[in-house]
């Protein structure tokens, strides 16, 4: 969850005023994540994001032009202060908010990255691809050569329920994963288990049946919806739209990760036969 937005220095404040320097909108900085990848990471929220979902717990992060102006270079030196703690196989996560709506900032700050032997990873919900977009693909491309990860967060297989539960479509995003397996990026698959709206067996077996095919897919998070967003909605002012909507029983997560688990398992089957 995203931390406060950290003071930046007053030498920060004077690079901004040089007026060429790539700059992304910034919702907050974290030093130490460790449900972000791999690892221990220093993880940059980014602002923005077109996606409306349900269960979202920052909604803060929604506004396109919200957010602190910062330098991939401030980013790295805040990284560099802390880099003991990433040698445990961690590194830089860029979370948000839609960290592919500013693909240019963030290009910047993962070639600022590798320089230093940095860990790159990108989570994502995969909306902002466009397989139509030919300078968005060629941004792409040169993006997912600078990325050792990308953990995709895929709300909904079906195209009607993706609509109701994020205001989106899945299209593109089905399209997104896999692109990232044609560019052979390491791809972990996330999936908030929701209590009568993500949580149904048949609609879990189809993601999995779904992520069977790819080739990169190394792991996937299977996550129980909670209620700990409510709260920040009312300080906002915002509606709740899942108010009343119990906690998923984390028990019970165990049989739901197993159905997309058979629905992997028939895919690389059917594969295995071709």
């Given at each position: ?79 560099e202060k802390n880099k003991a703690f990433y040698a445990n196989g961690g590194g830089l996560t ?7 709506m500013q693909v240019d900032f963030v290009t910047e700050l ?165």
């Amino acid at each position: 969850m995203p931390s406060g937005i950290p003071a930046p220095s007053r030498g920060f404040q004077n690079r901004r005023k040089c007026g060429n320097l790539m700059q992304g909108r910034i919702h907050s900085l974290e030093s130490f994540g460790t449900v972000d990848g791999p690892g221990t990471r220093f993880v940059v929220f980014v602002q923005g994001c077109p996606m409306r979902c349900a269960y979202c717990h920052n909604p803060d992060t929604w506004d396109m032009n919200g957010g602190t102006l910062m330098e991939p270079s401030y980013i790295i030196e805040q990284y560099e202060k802390n880099k003991a703690f990433y040698a445990n196989g961690g590194g830089l996560t860029v979370t948000g908010g839609e960290p592919l709506m500013q693909v240019d900032f963030v290009t910047e700050l993962f070639t600022l990255a590798k320089e230093k032997g940095i860990h790159t990873c990108i989570d994502s919900s995969g909306i902002a691809f466009n397989s139509n977009n030919t300078p968005l693909l060629l941004k792409l491309d040169k993006l997912m050569a600078l990325t050792d990860l990308v953990m995709l967060d895929i709300k909904h297989i079906d195209p009607e329920k993706h609509r109701e539960l994020t205001q989106q479509p899945n299209e593109n995003i089905l399209k997104f994963a896999a692109y990232l397996d044609e560019k052979h990026v390491d791809m972990w698959i996330r999936h908030v288990v929701v209590p009568g709206i993500t949580d149904d067996e048949k609609y879990l077996f189809d993601l999995g049946y779904f992520i069977g095919q790819f080739h990169n897919l190394k792991a996937l998070d299977v996550l129980p919806y909670h209620t700990m967003g409510e709260k920040k909605y009312e300080s906002l002012g915002m509606e709740y739209k899942l108010k009343g909507v119990p906690p998923m029983d984390k028990d019970k997560l165990i049989e739901k990760k197993k159905a997309i688990l058979n629905g992997i398992k028939k895919r690389r089957e059917e594969i295995s036969l071709n």
